[in-house]
């Protein structure tokens, strides 16, 4: 009998250090920060407005992202096994059916919370729901394709939140500009997604999940999502410079830069170099996004 199963038996409840680590806080950053960046689009000053922006990103972070690791760790545990068996499911910190409790409680708890937001904001809310229980879940479980699977997530992650800060405070639609530049963001994310698969490339691979680091192998993946990542960006670029805002252009034209140097250290050693790129050519990435939100915040009205 193995460790990890006598732990599952002697423990009924989840440690409470256990649950923090399932929803995993240092994923709640990039929904909250593209929250922001749709709050800072849409023009409206957050003065007028604190409890949505507070609430938004609330949501947008420890408890839609939260239920969504949660969803996933739980539909992942026998391939948590294989790549990381310290996980709080597989190691049994969290035992029995606790991780889909949770999983399930955070999903009410979204809906309800999403209903404070408007009909954008619960619409919105509803459809992330969706989108991580058809990301995780048997028998749609996207992200058995290397193609959807990191779409999804790039479009929850970065599309999905933008649409949302910028329909909530503007109590409508955003703006098609608003919306084409959140879309190509989100686009780009998917090769950030594609980056993260490289850590899970074994179990990956024995349990059937056509990442592209297990299609294409890592150094061919890797050269994909740098194209995926910079090609949205010079679009954003050819736009700002086309609506106006020149200076905006230019700043994000320099952020691109620095991703492109950063992707040749990446490309030396894909595998191994994916978790430092995450602190070094994402956080360029996420820059670029805010400006050209606040360049979005100058022209609303003028486009």
């Known amino acids: 009998m193995s ?6 038996i002697g423990r009924r409840y989840p440690q409470p250090l256990a649950v ?3 929803i995993k806080p240092i994923t709640w950053f990039p929904p909250i920060w593209a929250y922001l960046c749709g709050a800072v689009s849409s023009g409206v000053p957050f003065t007028s407005a604190p409890v949505q922006v507070a609430l938004g ?3 947008a972070g420890p408890i839609v992202c939260g239920m969504s690791q949660a969803a996933n760790d739980w539909c992942d545990r026998h391939v948590d096994a294989i790549n990381e068996p310290d ?3 597989p190691s049994g910190r969290i035992p029995g059916r606790w991780g889909l409790w949770i999983a ?3 999903t009410a708890l979204s809906l309800w919370v999403g209903s404070f937001l408007g009909l954008w904001g619960f619409g919105a809310t509803v459809f992330g729901v969706l989108a991580a229980w058809a990301y995780s879940a048997e028998p749609v479980r996207m992200k058995r394709s290397g193609i959807w699977g990191p779409g999804l997530v790039g479009l929850c992650y970065e599309g999905l939140p933008w649409f949302t800060g910028a329909a909530v405070l503007s109590a409508g639609a955003p703006s098609l500009a608003i919306v084409l530049i959140a879309g190509l963001y989100a686009f780009g994310a998917h090769g950030i997604m594609t980056l993260n698969d ?4 074994e179990g990956d691979r024995q349990t059937g999940v056509n990442s592209l680091p297990v299609t294409l192998g890592p150094e061919r993946a890797a050269r994909v999502a740098c194209w995926v990542m910079v090609l949205p960006q010079l679009v954003v670029i050819a736009l700002l410079v086309l609506w106006g805002a020149p200076m905006f252009a230019l700043a994000v034209t320099a952020l691109v830069c ?4 950063a992707m040749r250290v990446l490309l030396s050693d894909p595998k191994a170099r994916a978790p430092w ?3 070094t050519g994402v956080l360029m990435y996420v820059s670029g996004m805010m400006i050209a939100a606040f360049a979005l915040r100058l022209m609303e009205g003028a486009i």
């Open 198 to 201: 490289f850590k899970a490339l």
């Open 104 to 106: 399930l409680a955070m």
């Open 258 to 261: 620095g991703q492109v140097w």
């Open 20 to 22: 923090l680590t399932l």
């Open 3 to 8: 460790v990890t199963h006598d732990i599952q």
């Open 277 to 279: 790129y995450n602190g």
């Open 87 to 89: 996980r709080p499911i």
């Open 57 to 59: 990103m609330l949501l």
